[in-house]
């Protein structure tokens, strides 16, 4: 659907591609908002060359509703005035794989209620990034960046198990007050990518480890409040530049 304005979806109105190759694309030069649920292919199918979603607003925002839900094995896209997928919990989006994703002034943020793979890059110019993955019922979800999650102030990661950066970078740009959060409430935090942002605070249930070696790895200048809350647990951090400990930090081994 291209339209030369905004795209208006009612409450309750449905926009379905199903099957295996199913794709559907809104493209406006204004705003896109989205009131009802929207089905692309069958996220059951969850690979990364899968088909999906496509949500571009070329001079305005993307807004989801309460009353919205998206169902993708592929999200992407780009929005020039901020991006707002947050459906309400219990009739939330089903979200596999998130692709290429940039907004150019505002901000990103996704609610997801399946595990989530971040192939993107996802990238907001001006603003910050947040994701939340959680999951109602069943086992719990795990968020994985493959890829770059960059926030002009900064990027917050919320996933009720695991959060996994193994080949990725997680970037907040601000050299002041940018800030990456990552929050693991129910598992582990595990970067063996990058992490560079002026301020790094955190908490994990199990254990936290950010080591990656290289030269050109994490890049943290502060860092703040991190709680590692398992009895056995622990807090590991490899840093490639001066650090200030501002805490607290509390974890069975530091």
């Known amino acids: 659907i291209a339209q030369t304005g905004s795209i208006e ?5 449905q926009i379905s591609a199903p099957g295996y190759s199913g794709v559907v694309g809104l493209n406006a030069n204004g705003s896109i908002n989205l009131g009802g649920t929207i089905q692309a292919a069958d996220p059951a199918f969850g690979s990364v060359g899968s088909p999906g979603l496509s ?59 399946r595990s989530l793979a ?7 110019y001006a603003g910050s990034v947040t994701i939340l ?9 795990s968020l994985t960046n493959n890829s770059t ?4 102030t900064g ?4 996933a009720d198990d695991n959060i996994v950066n193994s080949a990725g970078a997680v ?4 050299g002041a007050t940018g800030a990456v959060n990552l929050i693991a409430t129910g598992g582990s935090i595990s970067s063996t990518g990058v992490v560079q942002a002026p301020n790094l605070t955190g908490f994990a249930a199990a254990s936290a ?25 622990w807090l590991m951090l490899n840093d490639g530049r001066a650090l200030q400990v501002s805490g607290p930090l509390q974890a069975q081994t530091i």
């Open 9 to 13: 979806q009612d409450s309750g109105a």
């Open 55 to 113: 949500l571009v607003s070329t001079n305005g925002a993307i807004i989801e509703t309460t009353t919205g839900n998206l169902s993708t094995p592929l999200l992407v896209g780009s929005a020039a005035n901020g991006a707002t997928l947050n459906a309400t919990a219990g009739n939330g989006n089903l979200v596999a794989n998130l692709g290429p994703f940039a907004v150019h002034s505002g901000d990103f943020a996704l609610t997801d209620e």
């Open 118 to 124: 971040v192939t993107g890059p996802v990238v907001a």
């Open 133 to 141: 993955d959680t999951h109602l019922s069943g086992a719990p979800s």
């Open 149 to 152: 999650i960059q926030g002009q």
């Open 155 to 158: 990027v917050t990661l919320v």
């Open 171 to 174: 970037i907040a740009v601000d």
């Open 209 to 233: 480890t950010l080591n990656n070696t290289s030269a050109s790895g994490n890049r943290i200048a502060n860092l703040g409040s991190f709680t590692v809350d398992a009895a056995d647990g």
